[in-house]
């Protein structure tokens, strides 16, 4: 990134002092991952554990699939931590770096690492799940790491993130909303409060883009047609258990299926940004920056008439066997 585009990101270091490091939660008010599981160093902690695995009696494998793959998606932070400390003019240089964008990444990480811990342990506790193959799968994915085509670009990363925290929130929330349909009260909350969590940071990202547009609409409008054309590629689309070589892909037509995460809700979140950074309405562009102005305003009804198509694809596929459910299939 050329070296004025870089100095943006160092006047803005107050900026983001008072308004994105607000959006961190204190420790001592966050919840904890122990706060939703049985106390293991409690007298009841076994009648506790077998309350958690009759509770989960009534869940579906597919949820089962589609809770894994978001929790495996949560276990690759240490590669998302590394994408955010790539970007120009951003990243930590030294792990304990003072800048605020640094302790922006290093609190965001120390947030996550929770939902990733939560899931896990949720998910070993239930009984329902190979946990071997998915502690495999996880190993497997961060040693590969991800490639979403942000090129150390904050203007691309921000966009980027935006979108995914939406996606998880989304995900998450949709989880929650079946936990409570079969009868897992405590599972909703668990993913509820995930939800919460990538709500949060959604709110955080998209106001750093926010700024963005306010400062330098036309760099940032590009940025955003270029991010949407190259399309937002998940964050665990190197997922491998060292069976499916198609594992993310199955896994991704589970969570279409029972309504997690759809093609309808990758439109919605694009709706939903196009709307919240202002995109229709922005004025002053150069000419390639109306043109990205234009292609960003056309996707929405163009992405809206494939979703039924998508969705009806998904319902029809064939089952596939999941190591991560002892190769039942879903
Ligand atoms: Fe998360
Ligand atoms: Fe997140």
């Not at 689309?237 to 589970?254: K, L």
Request: charge should be negative; include cysteine; hydrophobic fraction near 35%.
């Amino acid at each position: 990134m050329p070296q004025e585009k870089r100095e943006i990101f160092t006047l803005l270091q107050d900026w983001a002092e008072n308004n994105i490091l607000v959006m961190l939660k204190d420790v001592e008010k966050s919840w904890q991952p122990t706060d939703f599981l049985p106390d293991s160093a409690s007298e009841g902690f076994e009648d506790q554990v077998r309350e958690l695995r009759d509770r989960t009696k009534e869940i579906p494998d597919d949820c089962f699939v589609s809770l894994v793959g978001n929790m495996i998606t949560e276990e690759a932070l240490p590669t998302y931590q590394t994408f955010l400390n790539t970007l120009d003019g951003i990243g930590d240089e030294t792990a304990s770096s003072p800048t605020p964008w640094a302790i922006w990444i290093r609190g965001w990480t120390a947030e996550e690492n929770r939902h990733g811990d939560l899931l896990n342990r949720y998910l070993y506790l239930s009984g329902r799940v190979d946990m071997k193959q998915i502690e495999k799968t996880i190993q497997y994915l961060i040693g590969s790491g991800m490639a979403v085509s942000t090129e150390n670009n904050p203007y691309l990363g921000f966009i980027y993130v935006s979108f995914q925290e939406r996606a998880t929130f989304i995900s998450h929330g949709n989880t929650a909303r079946l936990a409570k349909q079969y009868g897992d009260i405590k599972l909703a909350q668990i993913c509820g409060a995930v939800a919460a969590d990538e709500k949060r940071h959604e709110a955080a990202y998209t106001r750093i883009v926010e700024k963005l547009f306010e400062i330098d609409s036309d760099t940032t409008i590009r940025c955003l047609a270029d991010m949407m054309k190259k399309k937002i590629v998940m964050p665990a689309h190197m997922m491998y258990d060292g069976g499916d070589e198609n594992i993310f892909g199955h896994f991704s037509a589970v969570a279409q299926r029972i309504g997690v995460y759809t093609a309808k809700d990758y439109t919605d979140i694009m709706e939903f940004l196009v709307d919240r950074w202002g995109v229709e309405k922005l004025t002053g562009l150069s000419d390639e920056g109306r043109k990205a102005q234009e292609y960003v305003c056309s996707l929405v009804p163009r992405y809206r008439k494939f979703e039924e198509r998508t969705q009806a694809r998904a319902k029809q596929a064939t089952t596939v066997p999941f190591s991560w459910i002892f190769g039942r299939e879903v």
